[in-house]
């Protein structure tokens, strides 16, 4: 074992009240918007081939003119309670919104830069209704922020000489103080969802970075902070040199998914996905695969399988209108949600041999195990492996629940579930009640 100063401070998952409620989301929204949205990917009628958000890094548009987009900065179609009403329908249990990504533009009035939406035409805080908004709709709100900021003049991707040095310094008593000030102005927020902290200058603040996770920890007792938001003394990130997972949960599932229970080290996670391929910020012209509801449900269903949440990006257009394919999405995702959400919500990795139907979940504290079916068998019977003496009481479709389901044992605690073909080409969900839950 290591001797290590500022690596993990805890082994094993959190098991307070607040980690309790995070670890049954199941489905969550993530937001990104900011100056990038107006551009949206283009520029001079060009498109820039990378994620929409990271335009400023294209030498297609000049640094200048891309920082003076805050001037353009006028979101007439904004409106808080419309994007809450979204996330809402979709079934999203909290949100993440980005209050600072890469480019340093502040969507709440920051006092420590003048580059925020105070200086824009709208003048007014963005960050305040959005937690207001989401809160009164009963959706945790977790506070997305970028730690690299190349707006700030003391920004540095490494320490290679005393003038960065000195530089940087300044650099991390601002970005503590933007911190602090977050908390004290949104008290609501459950989180904080950390980006930008892969380069080496950020990396060797071990020590800084400890001490501030500590002071915003004290600040705000039971605030949820990931993995990504520091290094050890060694340089490890997310796991420090003794392989023990920093923060309160994984972030290294960004649009990827683990595929077996090993691939999750016993630690709760959230994997967050865009519905192009790489698109987190608006961009006019989505390319490449865009993913259906079935597929984004059916990552749903797998995330929880596996002991994670899963949480969706939308990228409203600079206007502040949510674009109308992620409306459809929210809406035929909601709808399967409001059928097969008990499937989803407080549920966690059944420990069950997984089977080629689909997904097992959990109902934690209880003795359901729920099948979320996305390849019916020709043969319509379901099989399932059970721990011994776990037994099943009774099978029946979600959806029908008064309809038992015929259950034949094959093996010793080796089960057919005999269900006739579904109609239709929506995933569905079995519940299995068992004699007891281990
Ligand atoms: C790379 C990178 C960033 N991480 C994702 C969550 C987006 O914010 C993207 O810009």
Redesign the pocket.
């Known amino acids: 074992k290591i001797e290590l100063k500022h690596g993990s401070h805890r082994i094993g998952k959190r098991t307070d009240e607040v980690m309790q409620k995070w670890r049954g989301y199941g489905l969550g929204q993530f937001i ?1 918007w900011g100056l990038y949205a107006i551009p949206g990917g283009e520029w001079n009628g060009k498109q820039y081939n990378g ?1 929409a ?2 335009i400023r890094s294209w030498n297609g548009i000049p640094k200048s003119t891309y920082d003076s987009l805050i001037y353009k900065f006028n979101p007439v179609n904004f409106n808080a309670d419309e994007w809450a009403t979204t996330a809402k329908q979709m079934g999203a249990k909290y949100v993440t919104i980005t209050t600072k ?2 480019d340093g533009f502040c969507l709440w009035p920051s006092k420590y830069t003048s580059y925020t939406v105070a200086n824009s035409p709208w003048k007014k805080d963005i960050m305040k209704p959005l937690v207001d908004a989401y809160d009164k709709a009963g959706i945790d709100v977790i506070l997305y922020f970028s730690v690299m900021d190349w707006n700030h003049p003391g920004w540095r991707y490494d320490i290679k000489t005393k003038e960065d040095s000195v530089a940087f310094e300044g650099f991390k008593q601002f970005t503590r103080n933007q911190l602090i000030e977050l908390l004290t102005m949104y008290p609501t927020a459950k989180g904080l969802w950390f ?1 930008g902290t892969w380069d080496k200058s950020w990396v060797k603040q071990a020590e800084f970075a400890d001490q501030l996770e500590t002071e915003m920890r004290k600040l705000r007792p039971g605030l949820i902070i990931g993995s990504r938001f520091r290094a050890d003394e060694k340089g490890k990130r997310h796991f420090d040199a003794n392989n023990v997972l920093m923060g309160d949960y994984e972030q290294g599932w ?1 649009r990827k998914l683990p595929n077996k229970i090993e691939d999750v080290h016993g630690n709760d996670w959230d994997c ?1 996905m865009t519905v192009p391929e790489n698109q ?1 910020g608006y961009n006019k012209a989505w390319k490449g695969h865009i993913k259906t509801a079935n597929e984004l449900i059916e990552m749903t269903a797998k995330s929880v399988s596996l002991g994670g949440n899963f949480v969706l990006n939308f990228g409203p257009q600079g206007d502040g209108a949510i674009r109308k394919e992620e409306k459809q999405l929210a809406t035929q995702i909601g709808n399967w949600m409001k059928i097969n959400k008990e499937a989803i919500y407080n549920c966690q990795y059944a420990g069950l041999e997984k089977q080629d139907w689909g997904y097992f979940t959990k109902k934690t504290g209880g003795n359901k195990l729920y099948m979320v079916v996305f390849n019916a068998p020709v043969s319509g019977a379901y099989r399932v492996k059970l721990p011994a003496k776990m037994g099943i009481t009774k099978a029946y479709a979600l959806a029908t629940p008064t309809q038992s389901l015929s259950t034949e044992e094959i093996h010793t605690n080796e089960y057919f579930i005999h269900l006739k073909k579904q109609g239709g080409d929506q995933p569905f969900v079995i519940v299995l009640e068992t004699k007891n839950s281990s």
């Open positions: 990104h994620a958000e990271w990504h890469h980006d960004e967050v987190w």
